[in-house]
């Protein structure tokens, strides 16, 4: 266990006191390095509650004996998931047979707005909507569970959409309560669920809830239900709440607790604190970053990073094809199938079929595609999926993605910004599908479109980006923010009127 910074000790003594408590922490901060210390600190049984298996897996290396490190899904599974154990070992089916299983006619057809909506799009929304469900804190499916669909998103064809879908997904439900049998494939997030409507309690007399920014409401539901018997630590990063589009949300702002923060970073020197600083401003961020004075970290242009980062799996793939075009072994952030998953629902439209693939499910032909992702704003993320199969043809992209590397032998790595999460490399360049927002209205005196507003979304995804290197960053794609005047705000560092308490070095 390393010395402990001023933040750290902080830390500790608070969590000594017995205060519930919510820990800011910055990106590379230690903060399971400082979660360990709290552990340390006590003989009490704890539980430490992760992200995803591997975390814990890690975690469970770093913990004194006295905590137990699982995710809220191995805790539900104990408790009532074992139950279900046949269902859950169940042959997968396409969602239109589950659909039909439970009442969608292969033959149904639906003409909402100007799409026609078939049975497959019906069983996947349906199975959708169980899943936001499955994820929210509510105790009924409602009508705000039923996603929007692309080419239906506007209030009245989604009113009609959610009109079919909800009885179907209310008997979906019914089914998955049976733990013999079923026509719908039973899955994790499910038996959470039914774990959480028992309104279980944690035998434990601490709880440190991690990845506390990208927490699905069920699973705050659960830990914060536990506050009566137990003490409550949770720690994130509210700056890299990126999963909001899959139910997460960032349940430290408004947690009961006393609030402190990690702003010492020990994977970059100040230059790159400095440019994390920049958006940390951008999302009104409670904590500002100080880096290591002993690790030089430079901002320049890198011809051959390791590692480059894309907003989208689209730009990924594009740039996974420069890369291999410059006769690079390259590898992608958890495999290719997302890549092949696309090009494959591509393919099948330009041959005149119809797609399975969420993205693609509404659309009948390649052209009503292009039409949608040329003039419709809701598309337009889908355009450069669009140029790229015109410009290039589905074959040479599937091609492209199966000669991908393995990561260990690769010479370049590329990631979708959001798989990079938890991720560090030596070099890294943000990619160019990045783009600046621009004001649609708004143009200057040559009737160029002005600087638009930044969204917050964005910008959290643009600080998870430039955080992952460690000693050299090309900005790339998100250069923009240099011109754009946002970009260059006029107060930095701590703000001590935010109720954060950090006790680090100031970066000045």
Request: hydrophobic residues 40%; negative net charge; proline residues 5%.
């Amino acid at each position: 266990m390393p010395a402990p910074t001023p933040e750290q000790s902080a830390a500790v003594d608070v969590f000594r006191r017995g205060d519930h408590m919510v820990l800011q922490a910055g990106a590379g901060t230690g903060k399971t390095t400082t979660l360990a210390m709290l552990a340390a600190s006590t003989s009490k049984p704890g539980r430490y509650i992760a992200f995803n298996k591997s975390i814990a897996n890690e975690a469970a290396g770093k913990f004194p004996g006295n905590v137990r490190c699982k995710t809220a899904h191995a805790l539900a599974f104990a408790a009532v998931g074992h139950k279900y154990a046949s269902r859950m070992n169940a042959p997968r089916v396409p969602g239109w047979k589950t659909g039909a299983s439970l009442g969608i006619g292969i033959n149904m057809r639906v003409r909402i707005g100007a799409r026609n909506v078939t049975n497959k799009a019906l069983s996947y929304t349906v199975l959708r909507t169980v899943t936001r469900f499955c994820q929210s804190a509510d105790r009924a499916i409602e009508r705000h569970h039923v996603p929007r669909l692309r080419g239906v998103e506007a209030a009245d064809p989604h009113a009609q959409l959610v009109d079919i879908v909800l009885p179907y997904a209310i008997k979906a439900w019914d089914d998955l309560q049976n733990p013999q049998e079923g026509v719908v494939r039973f899955d994790h997030d499910h038996y959470l669920k039914i774990w959480a409507l028992t309104e279980p309690r944690i035998e434990a007399e601490f709880l440190l809830l991690d990845e506390a920014q990208d927490t699905n409401p069920v699973v705050e539901q659960i830990f914060n239900a536990q506050r009566g018997h137990c003490q409550l630590v949770m720690v994130g990063d509210s700056a890299q709440a990126i999963y909001g589009w899959r139910g997460a949300r960032d349940v430290m702002s408004d947690f009961d607790g006393t609030r402190l923060a990690l702003s010492q970073s020990f994977r970059f020197g100040s230059a790159l604190a400095e440019e994390a600083n920049r958006w940390l401003h951008i999302v009104d961020s409670p904590i500002r970053l100080t880096g290591t004075p002993a690790i030089h970290t430079r901002l320049e242009r890198l011809a051959r990073p390791h590692a480059v980062l894309c907003r989208t799996n689209v730009g990924a793939m594009l740039e996974v094809m420069r890369q291999l075009a410059a006769g690079r072994r390259v590898a992608l952030v958890g495999g290719g199938d997302a890549l092949r998953a696309l090009a494959r629902a591509a393919r099948d439209l330009k041959a005149g079929k119809r797609s399975t693939h969420p993205e693609l499910i509404l659309f009948e032909t390649w052209g009503e595609l292009q039409e949608y992702a040329e003039y419709d704003p809701s598309g337009r993320d889908l355009l450069p999926l669009v140029d790229l199969v015109d410009e290039h043809g589905v074959e040479v992209i599937l091609q492209a993605v199966d000669r991908l590397a393995a990561e260990e032998g690769a010479e370049i790595v590329v990631s979708t910004a959001h798989k990079s999460k938890g991720r560090e490399w030596a070099s890294v360049r943000v990619g160019e599908d990045f783009e600046e927002p621009v004001d649609q209205e708004e143009t200057d005196k040559d009737g160029n479109p002005l600087p638009g507003d930044i969204d917050d979304a964005e910008a959290r995804l643009a600080y998870v980006a430039v955080t992952r290197a460690r000693h050299s960053l090309d900005l790339g794609g998100l250069s923009w923010i240099n011109q754009h005047p946002d970009g260059n705000p006029q107060r930095r560092g701590r703000e001590s009127s935010s109720g954060w308490d950090t006790l680090g070095p100031d970066p000045h």
